[in-house]
């Protein structure tokens, strides 16, 4: 069957001008709190190099498994859309030499990304995450520092959550952990779901993540990572927690969190939040170590997370949002053809002086034109009519309380400067 042409994909959708306020409040929120953290702007290409993801995010995660979208270009090269943005950041702190003199270089995005996920309430195919990633430092206290930063959003934007933690090990230690998991799922595997029985093989650490009911029993029973971890990982995991604790943030180990990608060392988050359902990961994150190595690039320490924009626009509570939406200050109304000229002049002027200003151009009587000042919730209507242009006197209306009055420009400029907080 055809595709209805004037229908978005599913997976997708279109962000319209009522709901594109509750986004940019939460962006404008980000910029603000990731600057006050030292934390600066950048911005990858949408696509790269399919290996890049392949590598950098692991061959039998889900994401480079089932959901990436993969194309060829005119050049027959392979080609993705970014699924997540961790790989193309280190690529380019590798690519530019980022690393060169900084010590820590801090950098955040915000923007879509894209997987071929089945459709479920706060999954979409295009989706926008805000991230941010600290390069150059092991130091566990640049996690809890990039933690409490993204707890300050989600606090400045009236969300409750919990942070939940955990380390997953590194070279030295998982291996170790790894075949003990082995060792211990072999009793089981007639009773586990089919990728389990798969993942077993390939990557047993995800089985730990496995949300199938009938799994969860013989889940439950396996040991816990936290239990095998070499000295060094403990004593990270250690210190994060205090540095946590000293910064008066709440956590919960959850030794059975794992995450979908495979560049995770040690330290592992996400933050939940009730208000999502099943869907409940806000952010997720961890440090990648040796993330830089796998795509050829020199040893990088990095530490990170993301958000998803579209699960925070969801729960943001009601009451945050009210006001926030764009309206003009003045909504110039006029009536017959001279009286539009200098309707367009006067809001010419007032946008000169700073001021938001709308002219109907279709004009119209002046009830239809108030209709529609009403309904952008214009704050105030200045009505250009013929005797008005003669003495270029206008009326004002202020819509909050309907009263109304005669005004020339220079005082309806002056007005509108003197309302100014
Ligand atoms: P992730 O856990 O795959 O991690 O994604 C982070 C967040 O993006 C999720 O917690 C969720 O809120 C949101 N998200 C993921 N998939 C979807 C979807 N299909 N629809 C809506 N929202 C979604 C990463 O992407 C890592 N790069 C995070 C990271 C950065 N680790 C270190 N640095």
């Known amino acids: 069957m055809e595709d209805n042409l004037l229908n978005n994909l599913p997976g997708t959708r279109d962000l319209l001008p009522d709901e594109i306020s509750r986004w940019q409040l939460v962006e404008d929120s980000t910029r603000r709190i990731f600057a006050q953290y030292g934390f600066q702007e950048i911005r990858t290409p949408i696509f790269e190099a399919t290996e890049l993801f392949a590598r950098g995010i692991g061959g039998d995660t889900d994401i480079v498994g089932k959901e990436m979208y993969t194309f060829e270009d005119q050049s027959g090269k392979s080609i993705t859309l970014r699924p997540e943005a961790t790989a193309s950041v280190v690529r380019a702190y590798a690519q530019h030499t980022m690393y060169r003199g900084a010590g820590l270089t801090k950098l955040y995005y915000i923007g879509p990304m894209f997987r071929h996920e089945k459709k479920q309430k706060g999954r979409w195919r295009q989706f926008y995450q805000i991230g941010a990633e600290a390069l150059g430092s092991d130091n566990p206290a640049i996690e809890s520092e990039a933690i409490e930063m993204i707890l300050q959003l989600l606090a400045s934007m009236k969300v409750t959550t919990r942070l939940l933690i955990n380390s997953v090990g590194d070279p030295n230690c998982r291996p170790r952990y790894v075949e003990l998991l082995r060792q211990e799922l072999r009793q089981h595997l007639p009773h586990l779901c089919e990728d389990c029985r798969r993942r077993s093989e390939t990557n047993p650490l995800r089985i730990l993540d496995c949300k199938v009911e009938s799994c969860q029993p013989y889940i439950q029973r396996l040991p816990k ?115 539009f000229r200098l309707a367009l002049s006067i809001a010419r002027a007032l946008r000169g002086h700073g001021r938001s200003c709308y002219v109907e151009f279709s004009g119209g009587s002046l009830k239809s034109q108030l209709r529609l000042a009403n309904k952008l919730r214009a704050q105030h209507v200045l009505i250009i009519g013929e005797d008005e242009l003669a003495r270029e006197k206008y009326q004002i209306r202020r819509m909050v309380d309907s009263t109304q009055w005669e005004i020339t420009l220079p005082e309806l400029i002056r007005y509108l400067q003197l309302r100014q907080p």
């Open 225 to 339: 990572i936290t239990d095998h971890l070499c000295e060094e990982c403990a004593r990270h995991f250690r210190a994060f927690r205090d540095h946590l604790e000293e910064a008066g943030i709440g956590y919960e180990i959850v030794p059975r969190l794992v995450r979908g990608l495979d560049y995770y060392v040690r330290t592992a988050f996400e933050i939940v939040s009730g208000g999502l359902g099943a869907q409940n990961a806000l952010v997720g994150g961890g440090r990648y170590d040796g993330l830089s190595e796998v795509l050829g690039g020199p040893h990088v320490q990095g530490f990170g997370f993301a958000m998803g924009l579209d699960r925070l626009v969801m729960i943001l509570p009601e009451e945050l949002c009210s006001g926030i939406a764009w309206r003009p200050e003045v909504f110039v109304a006029f009536l017959g053809d001279a009286a």
